[in-house]
């Protein structure tokens, strides 16, 4: 059996693994018990499909999602991989094949919801085919108090023991309470063989805003993203009907989705979603578990997400394929009243409602937060981490100030008014707003009346709304939502502890800029070209764009522009299949484009700088993956290439200035020996 670099080679046409990936195949392919908890987007599938091909008999996969089993199978075949689901969602046709290669012997990847192990007969199936390994995906679906529980789940530790075959259970979001329970639910409370691979997804930009109109701030942010794909997501189904109307008024490209839409309702928009470039969908947490689509440049949440691990997971949807993506969270007050209302008012025991206030105050305490969103983020799952540079108060550090007299003000009227009010009356007392409601209680005599008229209104409610989260205040669902004190606010109260606020906090962000484009203006149209055909091939045979090719393999196929199959199969996601089936087609278009010329080549035509320019060209292409040809994939745009031609640069030094370290290290030495023989 060929080994897993060959595999990942052969099958998937990756030359080398993501980082922590090597590890995890290599414990899964032994028969360990595995554990792996990794980022979204860090190729969590690889790590038990290559294991399957690796290990004799058939890996079953347990899956929460119908759409996610049937993408990851289509992906499977269109690389040649035998593979099969059996859900609910199948004809008759479709079952019936599963069951012919599991027969023949063919089948190595069985997919499977964990709704079918509560049958009996599905023991009795996956005993005769022959089952060496059990893999489980989205494991923390076997915790009770998570937010996307599946009962079913549970069986998953029973059907281990039946079988006695290894398991390997892989998730994005676990929490060290929900590592537990994985471990205890799965593996018995024997400790598998676990691989923590951080948190962090670098290429994501993070950015919170406190609502002002909200509505114009999503609508914004979508406008300067326009084309992209991306994902809305809303706190109530008839938020995502009606923003969704709003932006299709505005010429996007939208759709709504919720759990009170019909199923052939929501099967469209997930088919959708995944075959059209550019769609937006306004959704609510029905929505994402299991998105399989790489493309997703931005996620925005026009309401607070219910926590930490939730604004987590949701934001992982974006960027899967390593490329630039940008995120947005909108809160304020009414949003904290809920969230805090649905905890106090569930059935869940009083230790699991602290848990829960707790992981919304990690949540609140990141959208509050005075320095680097990704520190404090990470920070929370344990990882320390420095200043990332790229989320809205690395952009644009927060005004801050002391803010202690403030809130000492302010929770001097909330125990002065017996706890009874929200912040509203409680603004209009400390602003002197004599309202009628405020002399009817004799509130306009109270000692605090008044002493807030430094600050204005705005200034007031981003103040209460700051001290809701930092869990000073919370609203009393016995009291219709009045403020009260928590025992966090005792040492501010007594001037034992200070805080510091932010002045900034209603200055809306939601209109940066987009992310810069994912190649040059000159490679642009190739990459619509290219686009343009894999929507064809995709269509031709009913499956997801991307499973045709990956946007990060189409970007590098503009960028280096392979004229020759042998070329063409040095492209990262370029395998055997793929190249047998596809390769022709693009080649056709690549080298069409090519025959018109690049344009910044055209305009050397007729010069010596346009023989060194393809001369370089050519020796791009053999260094494209380093020396040895297993590096990660780098190339220079034409820009960079026409200038180094016409300069003729006469040392590194010269060389580095035009291409940057990283280019200069790859191909310095060879574009000088290119430039000198040309002397």
């Given at each position: 059996m060929p080994g897993a670099t060959t595999l990942l080679r052969d099958i998937f046409g990756f030359d080398a693994f993501r980082p922590g990936q090597e590890d995890i195949v290599d414990a899964v392919a032994q028969g360990e018990n595995v554990l792996a908890i990794m980022p979204t987007g860090g190729g969590k599938s690889l790590c038990f499909q290559l294991p399957a091909l690796m290990r004799e008999g058939v890996t ?251 604004y987590y997971q949701e934001i992982g949807r974006a960027g899967r394929d390593g490329a630039p993506a940008e995120t947005l969270t909108l809160f304020g007050p009414d949003d904290i009243r809920l969230r805090r209302s649905q905890i106090d008012e569930g059935l869940a025991p009083p230790e699991r409602r602290m848990a829960d206030h707790g992981r919304l105050n990690a949540l609140l305490g990141l959208a509050e937060a ?20 790229n989320c809205d108060l690395c952009d644009t550090p927060p005004e801050t100030f002391d803010g202690t007299e403030a809130v000492r003000k302010a929770l001097s009227a909330i125990l002065r008014t017996d706890e009874r009010f929200g912040a509203g009356h409680l603004i209009d007392i400390l602003t002197g707003n004599a309202t009628d409601k405020v002399r009817q209680r004799g509130h306009d005599q109270l000692p605090t ?231």
């Amino acid at each position: 059996m060929p080994g897993a670099t060959t595999l990942l080679r052969d099958i998937f046409g990756f030359d080398a693994f993501r980082p922590g990936q090597e590890d995890i195949v290599d414990a899964v392919a032994q028969g360990e018990n595995v554990l792996a908890i990794m980022p979204t987007g860090g190729g969590k599938s690889l790590c038990f499909q290559l294991p399957a091909l690796m290990r004799e008999g058939v890996t079953v996969v347990i899956s929460p999602l119908i759409a996610l089993m049937r993408d990851q199978v289509r992906a499977l075949r269109e690389v040649g991989v035998e593979a099969g689901a059996l859900t609910s969602g199948n004809t008759e046709e479709e079952t019936s094949a599963v069951w012919d290669a599991l027969d023949k012997g063919r089948l190595k990847l069985l997919y499977i919801a964990p709704e079918r192990l509560a049958a009996g007969s599905s023991m009795t199936m996956l005993r005769r085919i022959g089952v060496s390994l059990i893999a489980v995906d989205e494991a923390h679906c076997v915790s009770q108090w998570g937010h996307d529980f599946r009962p079913d789940y549970l069986r998953i530790g029973e059907l281990r023991r039946a079988l006695g075959v290894p398991l390997a259970a892989f998730t994005a979001t676990a929490d060290a309470e929900t590592r537990a329970e994985i471990v205890e639910k799965l593996f018995d409370g024997q400790p598998p063989q676990t691989f923590l691979r951080g948190f962090d997804r670098p290429n994501i930009h993070l950015a919170f805003s406190p609502k002002d109109s909200p509505r114009r701030q999503i609508m914004d942010f979508a406008a300067a993203r326009k084309g992209q794909s991306g994902i809305i997501y809303c706190g109530t189904r008839a938020r995502t009907e009606s923003l969704s109307r709003a932006l299709c008024e505005s010429g996007h490209n939208a759709c709504h989705y919720h759990g009170g839409m019909d199923p052939e309702g929501r099967r469209e928009v997930e088919t959708r979603f995944n075959t059209e470039d550019g769609l937006i969908v306004v959704a609510t947490v029905a929505f994402g578990m299991g998105v399989d689509k790489p493309d997703i440049r931005w996620v925005a949440h026009a309401d607070l997400p219910k926590s930490i691990e939730a604004y987590y997971q949701e934001i992982g949807r974006a960027g899967r394929d390593g490329a630039p993506a940008e995120t947005l969270t909108l809160f304020g007050p009414d949003d904290i009243r809920l969230r805090r209302s649905q905890i106090d008012e569930g059935l869940a025991p009083p230790e699991r409602r602290m848990a829960d206030h707790g992981r919304l105050n990690a949540l609140l305490g990141l959208a509050e937060a005075l320095e680097c969103r990704r520190a404090n983020l990470l920070r929370y799952f344990g990882e320390e981490a420095t200043a990332c540079g790229n989320c809205d108060l690395c952009d644009t550090p927060p005004e801050t100030f002391d803010g202690t007299e403030a809130v000492r003000k302010a929770l001097s009227a909330i125990l002065r008014t017996d706890e009874r009010f929200g912040a509203g009356h409680l603004i209009d007392i400390l602003t002197g707003n004599a309202t009628d409601k405020v002399r009817q209680r004799g509130h306009d005599q109270l000692p605090t009346f008044g002493v807030g008229r430094d600050i204005d209104r705005r200034g007031w409610q981003g103040v209460f709304r700051q001290m809701m989260g930092h869990d000073l205040v919370r609203p009393d669902p016995e009291r219709h939502g009045a403020l009260r004190m928590t025992e966090a606010a005792r040492p501010i109260l007594r001037d034992e502890q200070p805080i510091t606020l932010r002045r900034d906090t209603l200055v809306s962000k939601s209109n940066r800029p987009a992310v810069r484009a994912l190649v040059s203006d000159e490679d642009a149209p190739l990459l619509s070209a290219l686009k343009a055909k894999r929507r064809a091939l995709a269509e031709a045979v009913k499956v997801p764009a991307y499973v045709v090719f990956a946007d990060r393999t189409l970007i590098e196929m503009a960028e280096t522009r392979p004229v020759t199959l042998d070329q063409m199969a040095r492209i990262s996601g370029v395998g055997a299949k793929k190249l047998e089936r596809y390769g022709d087609a693009f080649l056709s278009i690549i080298n069409g484009e090519a025959e018109a010329l690049h344009p910044k080549r055209r305009k050397l035509a007729g010069r010596a700088a346009g023989s060194l320019y393809d001369q370089l060209l050519e020796v791009q292409a053999d260094l494209a993956r380093g020396e040895g040809g297993i590096d990660k994939p780098l190339s220079c745009s034409a820009s960079l290439l026409a200038r180094v031609a016409s300069s003729r640069p006469r040392d590194l030094g010269e060389l580095t200035r035009i291409l940057g370290e990283r280019r200069a290290e790859r191909f310095g030495p060879a574009f000088l020996d290119v430039l000198h023989t040309a002397d």
